[in-house]
């Protein structure tokens, strides 16, 4: 065996992950905003009013292009994705056996409803 120490050098500090490129902590993509617009493709140029009329009413901002060739295939999936956002769902907290009814009762919640 050999009692030989190999010396690699001073191994750098490895760099902060949003140097090179990598995941954004501070991103802020909004879809739909002035700076990043939505980009949408429609087959006519009615269509293209009546999505122009949604974009409006959502208050967004989008590029929308009207392909009338044959075969073309529209593209507003984006726009629908906002549009059908679902509402966070809040749900209301369960007394605990100790609370006051929510009955009105003035009872505590163990001797009345529970």
Known sequence: MS?????KGRQDARQHHTDYGGFKT?????????KFPL???VT???RKQEIEAQVAEAGLHANIT???REGAVESIAELTVLL??????VTTKTPSRNDPC?????LKF???CG
Request: charged share 25%; glycine share 8%.
């Open 3 to 7: 009692d030989k120490f190999f010396y």
């Open 26 to 34: 501070k991103a802020s993509q909004k879809s739909g905003s002035k």
């Open 39 to 41: 980009t949408l493709v």
């Open 44 to 46: 006519s140029e009615a």
């Open 66 to 68: 009207a392909d009338s």
């Open 84 to 89: 059908n956002k679902v509402a966070t769902v």
């Open 102 to 106: 929510s009955c009105g009762s003035g």
């Open 110 to 112: 163990k001797k009345c």
